[in-house]
Antibody
Framework: EVQLLESGGGLVLPGGSLRLSCAAS????????MNWVRQAPGKGLEWVSAISGSGGYTAYADSVKGRFTISRANSKNTLYLQMNSLRAEDTAVYYCAKGSPYSYYDILTGYIAWGQGTPVTVSS | NFMLTQPHSVSESPGKTVTISCTRS????????VQWYQRRPGSSPTTVIY?????PSGVPDRFSGSIDSSSNSASLTISGLKTEDEADYYCQSYDSSNQVFGGGTKLTVL
């Protein structure tokens, strides 16, 4: 059974930093693209970032480019999101999501499994 | 960037069939896979359809996905509606540099 367990969320001041983690199990982690997706209060889903199975290819939404960095440690079956220069509009629940089978060829394809999410609040 | 447009809400009775549409504003719907996600209140999202028409294990065959190139749209059809199907449904697709979500459709089963 696929399990994705996010951690690292919390309350942070504007301009601050946080690192989110996602521990994966139940599948061959290094074979699958992974993503971060967020949902702000009262809003819809928003893609944040994607990374290939090897970690060699990454992609970011324009809203976070230059501030967020996605990475992975395949030896630890763990996905990360380093978030710097945080803004109030980054307040959301952040989900990690396992890429669908075709994401092996195109990391932007979509997701087949989701974690339970970790909340991030950016406020003074 | 393109947009995906969904109806804000749909409603139907238990046992009936409902279809939710997702129209792509530019670029061909057939060129990039479409996924559908379910978000029940208080729960994290789950995938009900991936790669246009594939169901993850555990998703009942009451859920089906399709694309229509003539209208440049995708559809999620849920047959034999159950009260547990009441949720928000989001379509999602991508292009060469971005993933895009539709705004979501609230399904009410009354």
């Amino acid at each position: 059974e696929v399990q994705l367990l996010e951690s690292g969320g919390g309350l942070v001041l504007p301009g601050g930093s946080l690192r989110l983690s996602c521990a994966a199990s139940g599948f061959t982690f290094s074979n699958r693209a992974m993503n971060w997706v967020r949902q702000a209060p009262g809003k819809g889903l928003e893609w944040v970032s994607a990374i290939s199975g090897s970690g060699g290819y990454t992609a970011y939404a324009d809203s976070v480019k230059g501030r967020f960095t996605i990475s992975r440690a395949n030896s630890k079956n763990t996905l990360y999101l380093q978030m710097n220069s945080l803004r109030a509009e980054d307040t959301a629940v952040y989900y990690c999501a396992k890429g669908s089978p075709y994401s092996y060829y195109d990391i932007l394809t979509g997701y087949i499994a989701w974690g339970q999410g970790t909340p991030v609040t950016v406020s003074s | 960037n393109f947009m995906l447009t969904q109806p804000h809400s749909v409603s139907e009775s238990p046992g009936k069939t409902v279809t939710i549409s997702c129209t792509r504003s530019s670029g061909s719907i057939a060129n990039n896979y479409v996924q559908w996600y379910q978000r029940r209140p208080g729960s994290s999202p789950t995938t009900v359809i991936y790669e246009d028409n594939q169901r993850p294990s555990g998703v009942p065959d009451r859920f089906s996905g399709s694309i229509d190139s003539s209208s440049n749209s995708a559809s999620l059809t849920i047959s034999g509606l159950k009260t547990e199907d009441e949720a928000d449904y989001y379509c999602q697709s991508y292009d060469s540099s971005n993933q895009v979500f539709g705004g979501g459709t609230k399904l009410t089963v009354l």
